[in-house]
């Protein structure tokens, strides 16, 4: 068997940087080995302290907008100057800046694109009751990158305590990791997985936001249990609040491209390495048991190491940092965590999510060249 059907990742994931107009449309064009037309973008202002992240994706379509770092509900652009313009062949095109929008204003920005199924949508229909409930969803998934984005109407009314509902994701295998955010309310980010825990199994209860530093919570009942090959279980409270809407973003771990895992920091210059099977595109980090940002590394950004910039997921800030942080090394099988104290490097735990530049080894078993 290969180690990797994914010799070329910028088929599936790549990360733009570019100049913001302030007005008129501008049309950014990716620059990887292979066209990407994405999915689900992550955009974010890199020099402005007060700009919102803005989240797009072709499901919810381009005039819906939400921020990681807000609880704010889903907004909805002018479909005539809407931040967001199109989903193009090999890139995007941003048009003119609405309130906060960090996708075309003047200045630096950042934009971090997945593909997912092509905007191509399945329905599924609600169904059932108690355990055999089914939420009325749609999915449009890429099941060779390991990435489905879901839209789904919640359904908690028809289940009992510690029953759930039954969300398809279409990835035909289970999720690793799952990010979810109500689209029609104000509500937090809610990140769950079998690695955002305290321990080494599934919680129905444990679960992280996007948008906070705050390390691992089950203050809040989200009844969340290990999905499985078909469906992502959902029970009563938090992410399945009955007629209210949603989107979820599902990831499946692809050997040679994706990584979802945890590590301990161990808060010094020779810091923790983790192996991912690949040379890092981007990195996203987050302290489970401590207090700390979500983080978030790209080769694009610098491209050399010590990699010394970075921005939170869970802020309008600015990039962070400079020539004396040395955050990491990113290496052609992992990344290696260099700072002593805050940052990828405490002494805490941390989950990551990982996505790939180049393999380390081929689909035909020949090893890449370390850069």
């Known amino acids: 068997m290969a180690y990797t059907n994914i010799d070329d990742p910028s088929a599936f994931f790549q990360v733009a940087l570019y100049n913001g107009t302030a007005g008129d449309n501008n049309a950014i064009t990716n620059d990887g080995n292979s066209d990407l037309q994405p999915d689900w973008l992550l955009f974010k202002h890199r020099t402005a302290s007060t700009q919102d992240w803005y989240v797009v994706d072709s499901s919810r379509g381009s005039t819906k907008g939400l921020a990681t770092n807000t609880t704010a509900a889903e907004t909805t652009s002018s479909s005539s100057t809407k931040d967001f313009q199109t989903f193009n062949t090999d890139g995007f095109t941003v048009g003119t800046p609405e309130d906060t929008n960090a996708c075309n204003s003047g200045g630096t920005h950042a934009a971090w694109q997945w593909k997912a199924g092509g905007g191509t949508t399945t329905s599924v229909s609600a169904s059932g009751t108690g355990a055999n409930c089914i939420n009325a969803s749609t999915h449009q998934v890429n099941q060779d990158a390991g990435f489905s984005i879901i839209t789904y109407t919640g359904r908690a009314d028809q289940i009992t305590v510690h029953q759930t509902t039954n969300l398809t994701h279409g990835l035909g295998v289970a999720p690793n990791l799952t990010i979810m955010k109500k689209r029609d309310g104000v ?17 129905a209860n444990e679960h992280l936001h996007l948008n906070t530093d705050a390390a691992i919570s089950d203050a809040e009942y989200t009844g969340y249990y290990a999905p499985t090959s078909t469906h992502i279980r959902l029970g009563d409270a938090l992410v399945n609040d009955t007629g209210d809407d949603y989107v979820c973003y599902a990831f499946a771990e692809k050997q040679g491209y994706s990584k979802f895992g945890k590590y301990v920091g161990n808060a010094v210059t020779n810091g923790t390495f983790i192996y991912t099977g690949f040379k890092p595109a981007c990195i996203i980090t987050k302290t489970v048991n401590a207090t700390e940002g979500w983080g978030i590394y ?25 020539s004396n942080y040395n955050f990491m090394d990113i290496l052609s099988n992992g990344f290696k965590c260099r700072r002593a104290t805050y940052g990828p490097n405490q002494s805490a735990t941390y989950i990551y999510m990982a996505f790939a530049e180049n393999p380390f080894v081929t689909s035909t078993g020949i090893p890449t060249t370390a850069r």
């Not at 910039?309 to 800030?317: K, N, R, S, W």
Request: hydrophobic share 35%.
């Open 298 to 322: 790209d080769n694009k950004r610098q491209g050399f190491n010590v990699f010394n910039d970075v921005l939170g997921l869970d802020t309008q800030g600015a990039t962070y940092g400079g």
């Open 187 to 203: 509500a937090d980010w809610v990140v769950m997985g079998k690695n955002v825990t305290s321990s080494s199994a599934y919680s």
